[in-house]
């Protein structure tokens, strides 16, 4: 099982150091020395001195194609002493412009312009900043493990529609971008367009899509850059923030009615022209979107989005090897469910908060001009207390979770023909007798050098220090190796994952279960060439075992094949097929040792999707899922869809109804048995979103998600110890569920300068939950809203000073 560990390393040792391909176009850089004000408007004598950027080649749908002169492209770049300006005019004949009014780092239905650098030349890493026709901003930053749209810096834009298409303009401060400090530089470039009512999106240098690696390894080139000096790189964006919280207690000493005023600052400092330190003092996430709560019935925790921005900004290089789920830090206590077991009589707990505080939080991060990208994180959680009372009063406090550092190390070389090797570390260790956590990884991804062949893989050591007894370390191990062919029309992959029953990472990473070997394949084709009825379609078959690694048994057999593609219409469509054979379950038991014979299962859905720049667009999907054993079936529909009034306003919903009959699973524990049952689960969740922008700085969003679900155990059975579930009379547990969750989240947002904001929020959150499943889902949405009622109003300004504006001014 280890050996092609061996075989990796090998190749990684004999990679060669291939030349790439070379640039297809180059553009000069010009300095100037001329005013540009960026306004929507092209008129400023400094552009007339600008080289231009034209004859773009359409990327997809049909990848070559040279643009039509009546929709051209015309892209012009210069540069002074602080900054990158880029302006142009996008040509479009028959006034046919998709513009929508969405808020900054959203695209959905608009017509876009984009310039993309590779600053280092690396062909792996670079930085994206664009503008839509009515001047809202998308910026990204990219590396080996994609587009990262949460990175956010600070630029200026502007655009006009005008007759024959749209102007616009964009200012890029050096402070917003990361490069070298050499004499004279080349920076790796390409610029990228999107007409989205054609469904056009074109390429200044052509990248093809059949090409294997990453496609910043088929820019153009601005070259000759002369004498530009990354500045002093410090901004501060400090805040306050109030809040008033409201919920229905009506009990004699407590309040139903709370204030809270907060304050603190991020601060982002260039220690060079490479690295960059972002740190969060005393921050405050109480405004971010609440989390999308479901009734979890499975041996798994749930994973929930991040929505904390501190924690989805500029962190790619954190996210390596999936070793990181940052929802750990600042998430549940430890001890949160010990407490009851410490109570004496008469003992009550008055508070026990299921989350921690973050004290403050740090990032540093950068790559330096040989193409080391080093990445340090750091966090430091408060001690968190559960309050007993006796009598009413309080008594003494329980620690729940200790003083808690969170740790993670990244050193990421990229190599030639876009391969790139890594080391990762992530630690937590925390005050007390308290364990702590230690995980270790080496990655690789390592190409030919035409990207045509892939081998990718990772090996991570774990280490719980403290876990099973003071002094005594657990060392687990785990690896992962893939093979595959990337690039051309026919694609291949196959695919190795191990992890030994001592490994775990979940201290500060997701992580559901240890102890298994995976092996798994896939195979895909896809027709890109446009027809007369679609535009590309891809095909793929896949499928994989899963064995239990100690002792080795059978876990899973399973496969799938799924066909996808784009209409001539520009709609998508898909149809997938799963087969899965019968299963060894052993965590659906909840206890060690013991297995559930899971039936083997058919699947298969069909979906679609209109076209998302027309005024109405859909999504629907048809899922269903059968297996002969207890007559078990499923069926899901999932139907979204979108309305566009105008350019400021936009409604949407999202539904989606599940429906179980006969899902054998887990019930309950008993003295002498473990208990399962078939039961019948619906499950219905509806999502109403409203936008509405006033300009493309201002705008309101209204969220408001409402999630039932009811479950039924129809008849129980006992585990057998073969696996086999046997009919079990005398069950007298009331284990029938009746959940309903509602929040609403309503936003306003004001850019009322750059990187400066002003935010109103309100939230509103309904929690019920109760056995009675009498009523359905109608019943039950009407009792929710008329159950006690959690609402939270806010408002929090942050005000962006730049050190560099602030010292013109002084």
Not at 5 to 29: C, R, Y
Not at 35 to 64: H, M, N, Q
Not at 659 to 678: E, M, Q
Not at 792 to 803: A, C, E, K, M
């Amino acid at each position: 099982m280890k050996f092609p560990l061996l075989v990796t390393i090998a190749l990684l040792t004999f990679s060669a150091v291939f030349s790439q391909e070379k640039v297809v176009k180059k553009l000069p850089a010009v300095r100037t020395t001329k005013k540009i004000v960026i306004d929507g408007d092209l008129k400023d004598e400094a552009w007339k001195e600008a080289p231009k950027a034209t004859s773009f080649v359409e990327w997809r749908p049909a990848y070559g194609k040279i643009e039509l002169d009546k929709n051209r492209t015309e892209v012009y770049v210069l540069y002074d002493n602080d900054a990158i300006y880029v302006g142009g005019f996008c040509h479009e004949a028959n006034d046919s412009i998709s513009t929508e009014l969405v808020g900054r780092d959203v695209i959905n239905a608009n017509d876009f312009i984009g310039v993309l650098f590779d600053t280092y030349s690396d062909k792996i890493n670079g930085f994206g900043y664009y503008v839509t026709p009515l001047g809202e901003q998308y910026d990204a930053k990219y590396s080996s493990t994609g587009e990262d749209g949460s990175w956010n810096s600070v630029y200026e834009s502007a655009a006009k529609i005008v007759s024959g298409g749209w102007i616009f303009e964009m200012r890029i401060p050096y402070s917003a971008i990361r490069f070298s400090n050499k004499k004279v530089q080349d920076w790796g470039m390409n610029i990228t367009r999107k007409r989205s009512k054609s469904g056009i999106q074109l390429m200044w240098n052509p990248t093809d899509p059949t090409f294997g690696g990453n496609f910043f390894a088929l820019f153009g080139a601005w070259t000759g850059i002369e004498n530009i000096k990354p500045p002093v790189r410090l901004s501060f964006s400090p805040y306050l923030s109030t809040y008033a919280t409201h919920y229905p207690f009506n009990e004699p000493g407590k309040k139903n009615t709370s204030t809270s005023i907060n304050g603190g600052m991020d601060v982002k400092y260039g220690i060079n022209q490479a690295f960059t330190l972002d740190m969060t003092l005393i921050p405050d996430f109480g405004q971010v979107q609440s989390d999308n709560q479901v009734l979890n019935l499975s041996p798994f925790e749930v994973k929930y989005n991040e929505n904390r921005t501190f924690f989805t900004e500029g962190t790619e290089l954190f996210g390596k090897g999936n070793l990181f789920y940052s929802r750990r830090i600042g998430g549940e206590p430890i001890h949160l469910y010990d407490v009851e077991n410490q109570l004496q009589a008469g003992e009550v707990i008055s508070k026990n908060p299921g989350e921690t505080r973050l004290i403050n939080a740090t990032k540093i991060s950068g790559r330096t001009s040989g193409g080391l990208g080093i990445g340090f994180f750091n966090a430091v959680t408060k001690p968190q207390y559960a309050i007993i009372e006796k009598d009413g009063k309080e008594i003494r406090r329980v620690e729940t979770d200790p003083l808690t550092n969170y740790n993670i190390l990244v050193f990421d070389q990229s190599l030639k023909n876009n391969s790139s090797i890594s080391l990762i570390n992530t630690n937590v260790t925390r005050a007390g007798n308290d364990y702590d956590a230690n995980v270790t990884a080496v990655l690789w991804d390592i190409y030919d050098k035409k990207n045509t062949w892939n081998v990718y893989g990772k090996s991570a050591v774990s280490q719980l220090i403290g876990y099973e007894a003071p002094g005594k370390t657990l060392t687990g191990y785990s690896h992962n190796i893939a093979f595959g062919k990337t690039g051309g029309r026919f694609n291949f992959l196959v695919y190795q994952d191990l992890a030994d029953n001592k490994y775990n990472n979940n201290d500060m990473g997701y992580f559901t279960n240890n102890n298994f070997f995976d092996n798994y394949f896939w195979i895909g084709y896809k027709w890109l060439k446009p027809t007369k009825w679609y535009n590309r379609i891809n095909l793929n078959f896949n499928g994989g075992s899963s064995l239990r690694y100690k002792p080795m048994d059978y876990q899973n057999l399973w496969t799938n094949m799924n066909v996808n593609g784009q209409l001539k219409n520009l709609w998508y469509a898909g149809s997938y097929i799963n087969m899965n054979a019968e299963q060894n379950d052993f965590y659906e038991p909840r206890v060690a040792g013991r297995v559930f014979k899971k039936p083997g299962s058919y699947g298969h859905g069909v979906w679609v999707e209109t076209n998302s720049a027309k005024k109405y667009s859909a999504y629907v999907e048809l899922f269903g899922k059968w297996a002969n054993k207890y007559a078990s079936s499923s069926y899901e529909i999932y139907f979204n869809n979108q309305y566009r009034f105008n350019n400021k306003l936009t409604v949407s919903t999202n539904s989606s109804f599940a429906i179980l009959n006969n899902n054998a699973g887990f019930a309950a524990l008993s003295a002498d048995s473990i208990i399962f049952s078939l039961r019948k689960r619906y499950t219905i969740e509806n999502i109403f979103v409203i936008k509405y922008n006033f300009t493309n700085k201002m705008g309101i969003n209204f969220r408001a998600r409402h999630y039932w679900s009811k479950v039924n155990n129809q008849q129980f059975f006992a585990l057998q110890q073969d696996g086999e579930l046997a009919p079990a009379s005398g069950i007298n547990r009331d284990v029938n569920y009746n959940v309903n969750y509602f929040n609403i989240d309503m936003v306003y947002t004001w850019q009322f300068a750059l990187g400066s904001f002003i935010n109103i929020v309100w939230k509103n959150s309904i929690n019920t939950f109760d056995r009675d499943i009498s009523q359905g889902y109608f019943p039950n949405a009407g009792k929710t809203l008329e159950a006690p009622q959690l609402n939270n109003l806010s408002l929090r300004v942050i005000y962006f000073l730049d050190y560099l504006s602030l010292k013109k001014k002084h």
